[in-house]
């Protein structure tokens, strides 16, 4: 099993719309979550942390559920300008990163 | 936005060239870190600096070495690039404490 697994996609979602997507980790030493965006032919870029209790960012919602090895994101009222790849990252106990594949979302006119 | 350069933003060279690519900051962080990233693979660490003149290796480092002589500069160099080194290559940067990381606006390398 990979140590960080997403949905490569695309999710092809109407502009408006709500959709998730999760992030699987199969170490339970993983330490801290985020969630990162990335453009074509741009950096990565931070989203948001995912802290246990669950947290918002304006239509931005990220989950973590450690009993079962997932981190989700959530995205309400959809914008064009979403499109882009989303990518979670894991950071171990001892401090390894792991960056998933991504998940590529595109939001439809 | 996190003070992180990476410069050349683009090159081209031929196969048995040296290249290096240099990664600045600005953030006095500790951490920093070389990835390559190519479709279908994601992002992969190439070698990552915890101090000046602390470096170690990641995941594909065969072909990469680097260098850190000061805080702010972590140099990649391919002392024979290849063609398997084209890429879109990033630097990172991350705080004294952890947490996440900040990337520059990437090199993109090919080598024919």
């Known amino acids: 099993r990979k140590e960080v697994e997403q949905d490569p996609g695309p999710f092809n979602v109407p502009e408006g719309a709500t959709v998730a997507f999760n992030c699987t980790y199969s170490?339970?030493?993983?330490?801290?979550f985020f969630w990162y965006r990335q453009d074509c032919r741009k950096e990565p870029k931070l989203l948001m942390s995912?802290?246990?209790s669950g947290n918002e960012d304006g239509r931005f919602t990220a989950q973590l559920n450690r009993a079962s090895q997932y981190i989700s994101l959530l995205i309400r009222d959809s914008k064009l300008s979403d499109s882009a790849t989303y990518l979670c990252?894991?950071?171990?106990?001892?401090?390894?990163?792991?960056f998933g594949k991504g998940t590529r979302l595109h939001i439809l006119p | 936005d996190a003070g992180i350069t990476q410069s050349p933003r683009h090159k081209v060279t031929e196969t048995g060239t040296p290249v290096t690519l240099r990664c600045h900051q600005t953030?006095?962080?500790?951490?920093m870190y070389w990835y390559r990233q190519d479709p279908g693979h994601g992002l992969r660490l190439i070698h990552y600096?915890?101090?000046?003149?602390?470096?170690d290796k990641g995941e594909v480092s065969d072909g990469y070495s680097v260098s850190r002589s000061k805080t702010e500069d972590f140099l990649l160099t391919l002392e024979s690039a290849t063609s398997s080194q084209t890429s879109v290559y990033f630097c990172?940067?991350?705080?004294?404490?952890?947490?996440?990381?900040?990337f520059g606006e990437g090199s993109r390398l090919t080598v024919l």
């Open positions: 170490n339970s030493a993983s330490q801290s």
């Open positions: 600096s915890y101090g000046v003149k602390d470096t």
């Open positions: 953030e006095n962080h500790r951490y």
């Open positions: 995912v802290y246990s």
């Open positions: 990252v894991v950071i171990m106990v001892d401090d390894k990163i792991i």
């Open positions: 990172a940067i991350r705080g004294d404490t952890g947490g996440e990381l900040f």
